[in-house]
């Protein structure tokens, strides 16, 4: 069984397009976490999601909004697409803060290409 | 100016020869170093934590140091199998919790 499980593995789409990223955990954890690994393999945290309360960073644009209906998912919406957003995405979990959050369950990645 | 930053970007070594990897942070209030390794297409997958200068954390040819500035991952007569990419990462009290991530050394071992 895939402890964190994000789909799809690929993502090919148009400049302006809007399009979504899904990602499940079934550890149980408490905190779930978007990263983007650019052609540079820098890994970036862009949002952590804990108890509903949802940590941004400033650099992220707008146009990401991740999305959790609940503790098990943590979806990324992109809205209008741009060239620059093309990266490897991924999906990550920990348990709740105080009980080991630093390690981190990473998911396969998804790689987003906008042509 | 980067908080963490990984030396040397890119390693290549023979088989059994051993060599250490460095992971030099600036940020205050450390709550945390750790060392992930990435295989291509695949995401990080956690090795080590460790939380003050002077910890030691051992896994098979692995061996993770840390003192006040930095860390290192030291690999003891490696195999092919170790070839990856290793990130090192830090959670501070200005990261919200979140760990902060150096861009990593590719490590390559020849048969």
């Known amino acids: 069984d895939t402890a964190v499980s994000q789909t799809p593995k690929y993502l090919v789409t148009q400049m302006g397009n809007d399009k979504s990223i899904k990602c499940e955990q079934n550890?149980?954890?408490?905190?779930m976490y978007w990263y983007k690994q650019d052609s540079k393999k820098f890994l970036k945290i862009m949002f952590s999601?804990?108890?509903?309360?949802?940590?941004i960073n400033e650099t992220v644009p707008n146009r990401f909004s991740p999305k959790s209906p609940d503790k098990a998912h943590l979806n990324l919406h992109i809205n209008s697409l741009e060239l620059g957003d093309s990266a490897v995405y991924f999906c990550?979990?920990?348990?709740?803060?105080?009980?080991?959050?630093?390690?981190?369950?990473f998911g396969s990645g998804t790689q987003l290409s906008v042509l | 100016e980067d908080q963490v930053t990984q030396s040397p970007e890119a390693l290549r070594l023979q088989e059994g020869e051993s060599s250490s990897l460095n992971c030099s942070y600036t940020?205050?209030?450390?709550?945390?170093l750790f060392w992930y390794r990435q295989d291509p297409g695949k995401g990080p997958e956690f090795l080590f934590t460790?939380?003050?200068a002077g910890e030691e954390k051992e896994k098979e040819r692995l061996k993770a140091t840390l003192t006040k500035k930095e860390s290192f991952l030291h690999i003891t007569a490696p195999k092919p199998e170790d070839s990856a990419t290793y990130l090192c990462?830090?959670?501070?009290?200005?990261?919200?919790?979140?760990?902060?991530f150096g861009k990593g050394t590719k490590l390559s071992v020849k048969p």
């Open positions: 990462a830090v959670k501070y009290g200005g990261s919200q919790g979140n760990l902060i």
């Open positions: 550890l149980g954890h408490d905190t």
């Open positions: 940020v205050s209030g450390l709550r945390g």
């Open positions: 460790l939380y003050s």
């Open positions: 999601y804990n108890n509903k309360e949802l940590i």
């Open positions: 990550a979990s920990s348990q709740a803060a105080g009980q080991g959050t630093e390690k981190l369950f």
